[in-house]
């Protein structure tokens, strides 16, 4: 296949190009039509029209009555948006390592000239609530102005529970801010800004929204509003304070990413069509599945806490003197698939299947038959028959077919 640039991306490989990394996932086809439209006038009326909608779709999505606001970046703008925001230099913030996702946020943060204090981790757990809470309490001069947790962190299949943090900030009577990346979370497992006390959300197009990469989220408490008043961070591009006036009226203070606005607004249609809790019902489905599979063929999953499972990808260690990248590699060449990388601490040790966004049964079993042949061809020891507990699974928990007659 080639790009339209001459890029070669695999030269003989007919039929569509499985896209199984966790982010950026596949952008169907009613997505991309929706983008296929001219810019228009973003001070014009009928920008109006279509920002007001995503802005106030977006507060449905976060589960928020609060404000939303989309910056054209990628999720790592969000990041720091979040950051510059609600905090003064010097600052203080408490971080948790629970991957290579949490460690670049702490880069950040340290970068920004933030002090971050890092709760160390295995890569194998969520976030651990009863440290946050052992700290905070540690903390009476309130030194502490953040608690930042990613929700869900894509290095290693591994979602923290974030009600559990709350809960433990309160229990500590702390006022820090509580701040959550669930830029691989959101649109594909269950998230609620406001019922789980969340003060600032960061999230990003690519992932469970299934849009390209391009547009990136913060959803606003009316408490980390009040601490960007006296918040001392320099910053400009990201300030709310200058997105949040002109999108009072659907408008943006500098050119949006109109093109990504209009996917937004198909996706947005498509999310509330299946209606959340189904969407994050078939996201548990296909991560049940896939953990069959890997049970089946004898192999590890990295997550080590069967409460913390991602819906969103399954993350596998390989056997001992194999490596994940050689597999892929198969993966890749052979059956046209490209599957995740293990990054930071776990390159080379693990592989990631992304089961997020726009995705069905047949989708999963077309990975996982190309993960089986990929491991028999890489001489990685395993059991045969993971396709097959996947299919059992699926099944087994099939959607009675009245529900698609309504
Ligand atoms: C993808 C991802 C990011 C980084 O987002 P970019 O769009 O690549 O900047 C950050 N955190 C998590 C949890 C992610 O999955």
């Not at 295995?122 to 947790?149: N, P, Q, Y």
């Not at 209009?262 to 996201?283: C, D, I, K, S, T």
């Not at 001992?320 to 698939?337: P, S």
Request: aromatic share 8%; net charge neutral; charged share 20%.
């Amino acid at each position: 296949m080639k790009l339209a640039n001459g890029l070669a991306l695999n030269s003989h490989a007919s039929g569509r190009h499985f896209l199984q990394i966790p982010g950026p996932s596949n952008v169907p086809d009613r997505i991309l039509r929706a983008m296929d439209n001219a810019t228009i006038d973003h001070r014009g009326p009928e920008f109006q029209e279509l920002g007001r909608s995503v802005l106030s779709g977006m507060r449905k999505i976060f589960q928020t009555s609060g404000p939303v606001v989309i910056y054209p970046s990628s999720g790592t703008g969000a990041w720091e948006a979040a950051l510059v925001n609600t905090l003064s230099p010097g600052d203080t913030v408490l971080m948790c390592e629970t991957g290579q996702f949490a460690t670049l946020w702490h880069k950040i943060a340290s970068r920004l000239g933030l002090n971050v204090e890092f709760i160390p981790g295995d890569w194998r757990h969520g976030a651990d609530a009863t440290e946050i809470e052992a700290r905070l309490r540690a903390d009476s001069a309130h030194r502490f102005k953040a608690v930042c947790v990613v929700h869900n962190e894509t290095s290693t299949g591994v979602t923290s529970r974030i009600p559990l943090v709350r809960q433990a900030m309160d229990r500590a009577g702390h006022p820090a801010l509580l701040m959550v990346d669930t830029i691989s979370g959101l649109a594909s497992a269950d998230y609620r800004h406001d019922e789980w006390g969340v003060d600032v959300s960061v999230s990003g197009s690519q992932k469970g929204l299934m849009l390209p990469p391009g547009i990136s989220f913060n959803a606003i408490s009316e408490k980390a509003l009040a601490a960007s008043k006296d918040a001392k961070m320099p910053r400009s591009y990201w300030d709310w304070s200058e997105m949040l006036g002109p999108n009072a009226n659907g408008f943006f203070p500098y050119t949006p990413a109109t093109t990504l606005l209009y996917g937004l607004h198909e996706a947005l249609a498509m999310l509330f069509e299946e209606g959340l809790p189904q969407v994050f019902a078939r996201h548990q489905r296909f991560a049940a599945a896939t953990r069959a599979a890997a049970n089946a063929w004898g192999l590890e999953i990295l997550c080590a806490n069967p409460e913390e499972y991602s819906p969103v990808l399954t993350t596998i260690m390989m056997p001992d003197g194999h490596n994940a990248d050689a597999l892929r590699k198969i993966a890749h060449e052979r059956f046209n698939m490209s599957l995740g990388q293990g990054l930071g601490k776990v390159a080379g040790k693990v592989f990631r299947i992304g089961h997020l966004g726009d995705f069905n049964d047949l989708s999963l079993i077309g990975t996982l038959g190309g993960v089986e042949m990929s491991l028999a061809i890489a001489g990685v020891p395993f059991n045969a028959g993971g396709v097959q507990a996947a299919i059992r699974y699926l099944a087994d928990s099939a959607v009675p077919l009245s529900s698609f007659s309504a």
